[in-house]
């Protein structure tokens, strides 16, 4: 069976939003660069972050020269707002109006730094207004981690369950939703990948100890 190379969103966004994500199929996304095959795909060469797990946002319209930051928003049609991923949870964002959009990498000290929270405040649109879209992470089954990171996630009800011990399962979509609520997301759809157990389609970082890497891309039309 042939592998499909992007898989795009499934949820009810505004026209002029455009986003995807590429799989396992379409290659090592940090090879991408200037590539052919993404040149085909986006209007303007993604703005590539340099990802560091914390929760700074960056505005992809204007970024600095070093990217240092773990999300970006953007308001001008084709610039391209881009996170790299094989495990982490990519969270793309866009308003209901289509003048906004953010991509944020949510890995679990991302998730405890607050990027979720961060991102949707800096694309300073009422919060009610806005829809998520949770891209392939690793899955609630697979999860399995430690004292540290159990205690950063306490106050997220569901979203821990023991494994052995000293050692509990995590679901990264359980706490994203949780955090988007939060921060007043109420729309929120896709979740329910494993890039741990899809071997076919998705890169895993904790499966393969490598460090190949998938995208998950978002723009305006």
Do not use: N
């Given at each position: 069976m042939e592998?499909?190379?992007?898989?795009?969103?499934?949820?009810?966004?505004?026209?002029?939003?455009?986003?995807?994500?590429?799989?396992?199929?379409?290659g090592d996304a940090r090879t991408f660069g200037e590539s052919d095959f993404l040149k085909r795909l986006v209007p303007r060469p993604p703005v590539w972050l340099r990802q560091v797990h914390g929760a700074?946002?960056?505005?992809a319209d204007a970024p600095p020269a070093l990217a240092e930051a773990d999300a970006a928003v953007a308001r001008r049609a084709g610039t391209v707002c881009a996170v790299r991923m094989a495990d982490c949870l990519p969270v793309l964002l866009a308003d209901a109006e289509g003048s906004v959009v953010g991509a944020a990498h949510a890995g679990w000290r991302g998730l405890a730094a607050g990027v979720i929270e961060a991102t949707v405040a800096a694309m300073k649109a009422p919060p009610e207004r806005l829809i998520a879209w949770l891209g392939p992470a690793i899955g609630p089954q697979s999860y399995e981690v430690g004292e540290?990171?159990?205690?950063?996630?306490?106050?997220?009800e569901g979203a821990l369950r023991a494994a052995?011990?000293?050692?509990?399962l995590l679901d990264l979509y359980a706490v994203a939703r949780q955090r988007l609520g939060r921060a007043g997301v109420l729309a929120v759809h896709g979740g329910g990948f494993c890039t741990y157990r899809d071997r076919e389609r998705f890169f895993s970082y904790r499966r393969d100890r490598s460090a190949e890497r998938m995208a998950a891309l978002i723009w305006l039309a």
């Amino acid at each position: 069976m042939e592998i499909a190379a992007l898989l795009r969103p499934e949820w009810p966004a505004h026209p002029r939003v455009q986003a995807l994500v590429t799989t396992r199929a379409a290659g090592d996304a940090r090879t991408f660069g200037e590539s052919d095959f993404l040149k085909r795909l986006v209007p303007r060469p993604p703005v590539w972050l340099r990802q560091v797990h914390g929760a700074r946002v960056i505005d992809a319209d204007a970024p600095p020269a070093l990217a240092e930051a773990d999300a970006a928003v953007a308001r001008r049609a084709g610039t391209v707002c881009a996170v790299r991923m094989a495990d982490c949870l990519p969270v793309l964002l866009a308003d209901a109006e289509g003048s906004v959009v953010g991509a944020a990498h949510a890995g679990w000290r991302g998730l405890a730094a607050g990027v979720i929270e961060a991102t949707v405040a800096a694309m300073k649109a009422p919060p009610e207004r806005l829809i998520a879209w949770l891209g392939p992470a690793i899955g609630p089954q697979s999860y399995e981690v430690g004292e540290d990171v159990r205690a950063a996630f306490a106050d997220c009800e569901g979203a821990l369950r023991a494994a052995r011990p000293g050692h509990w399962l995590l679901d990264l979509y359980a706490v994203a939703r949780q955090r988007l609520g939060r921060a007043g997301v109420l729309a929120v759809h896709g979740g329910g990948f494993c890039t741990y157990r899809d071997r076919e389609r998705f890169f895993s970082y904790r499966r393969d100890r490598s460090a190949e890497r998938m995208a998950a891309l978002i723009w305006l039309a």
